[in-house]
Antibody, heavy 120, light 107 residues
Framework: QVQLVESGGGVVQPGGSLRLSCAASGFTFTNYGLHWVRQAPGKGLEWVAFIRNDGTNKFYADSVKGRFTISRDTSKNTLYLQMDSLTVEDTAVYYC?????????????WGQGTLVTVSS | DIQMTQSPSTLSASVGDRITITCRASQNISSWLAWYQQKPGNAPKLLISQASTLQSGVPSRFSGSGSGTEFTLTISSLQPDDFATYYCQQHNGYPLTFGGGTKVEIK
């Protein structure tokens, strides 16, 4: 069965950096696009970034463009989100999510999430 | 960017009720709309894609309809397990956007 397990969350000061990981299993990693979606405490869902199955195309929300970088390592079946220049508005649970294929643009499986808290 | 507006934001209902949640898109998204259910402390779960395609394992009391800019999620007979927050999401193009959510509460 599909499993997505996020890690790397924690507390970081404003202006700091953090790298999230998402270990994937139960499906052919190289066949599917992957996303990051976040949810601020008590708020709704916000899509953050997408990477195509072969890593050639990446898309970002305007709120993170230029600060966050999505990447994937096929040798480790792992998705990453490098987050730089963090602000308090980036505080959220970050979910990795599998695309239905590599272009359907919706999420058929989700991880359990990892909490990122940006605070001084 | 495509704005997604859900209504109501909160809905109070009883077990057995038929409920409908509305999602409106700021521009035509054809049938590229998904619905998710989220319970407190859990990740969202995909219910419906392409406006009306029920995902495997999702009970048939859930249904979706609509196209263009107006969509609905209907639960034909509310069950105790259905009390949750529901989100719509357009999957027409990037940036992907969600509605603000509809919390279904026990009346």
């Amino acid at each position: 069965q599909v499993q997505l397990v996020e890690s790397g969350g924690g507390v970081v000061q404003p202006g700091g950096s953090l790298r999230l990981s998402c270990a994937a299993s139960g499906f052919t990693f190289t066949n599917y696009g992957l996303h990051w979606v976040r949810q601020a405490p008590g708020k709704g869902l916000e899509w953050v970034a997408f990477i195509r199955n072969d890593g050639t195309n990446k898309f970002y929300a305007d709120s993170v463009k230029g600060r966050f970088t999505i990447s994937r390592d096929t040798s480790k079946n792992t998705l990453y989100l490098q987050m730089d220049s963090l602000t308090v508005e980036d505080t959220a649970v970050y979910y990795c999510a599998k695309d239905r294929s590599s272009g359907w643009k919706y999420f058929d499986h989700w991880g359990q999430g990892t909490l990122v808290t940006v605070s001084s | 960017d495509i704005q997604m507006t859900q209504s109501p934001s909160t809905l109070s209902a009883s077990v057995g009720d038929r409920i409908t949640i509305t999602c409106r898109a700021s521009q035509n998204i054809s049938s590229w709309l998904a619905w998710y259910q989220q319970k407190p402390g859990n990740a969202p779960k995909l219910l419906i894609s392409q406006a009306s395609t029920l995902q495997s394992g999702v009970p048939s009391r859930f249904s979706g309809s609509g196209s263009g800019t107006e969509f609905t999620l209907t639960i034909s007979s509310l069950q105790p397990d259905d009390f949750a927050t529901y989100y719509c999401q357009q999957h027409n193009g990037y940036p992907l956007t969600f509605g603000g959510g509809t919390k279904v509460e026990i009346k």
